[in-house]
């Protein structure tokens, strides 16, 4: 994630996660959301982001945030009861990319 995101970001990248999952649903998949460019969201977007969290919390088997800001660690910590798959936050992204793939 880089910038603020926007609700047309939310049309354009939560359809091609829906056909990956949709394509591969016999794999357990991953997620690597990278925070770190992350500078908010802008009007409608914040809700897609809620919508989407909620439609896809049963659909990775990891979720690795990478981050730099102490309130990105605190939602990763806050979301982990409603994930079925794992959470992490991480302030490094190979340490992220690691646990991802082991």
């Known amino acids: 994630m880089s910038g603020k995101l926007t609700h047309e970001d939310y049309q354009t990248f939560v359809p091609i996660i829906d056909r990956a999952l949709k394509s591969f649903k016999d794999?357990?998949?991953?997620?690597?959301a990278d925070m770190r460019e992350f500078k908010g969201w802008k009007g409608r977007a914040?809700?897609?982001?809620m919508l989407f969290g909620l439609k896809h919390r049963k659909a990775f088997k990891k979720v690795?945030?990478?981050g730099k800001k102490k309130w990105e660690e605190v939602a990763t910590e806050m979301m982990k009861p409603l994930m079925k798959g794992k959470l992490r936050?991480?302030?490094d992204y190979d340490e992220a990319m690691a646990w991802l793939t082991k």
Do not use: H
Request: one cysteine or more; glycine letters at 0%; charged letters at 25%.
């Open 27 to 32: 794999l357990e998949p991953c997620l690597l």
């Open 46 to 49: 914040a809700w897609d982001d």
């Open 64 to 66: 690795a945030v990478v």
């Open 89 to 91: 936050f991480f302030k």
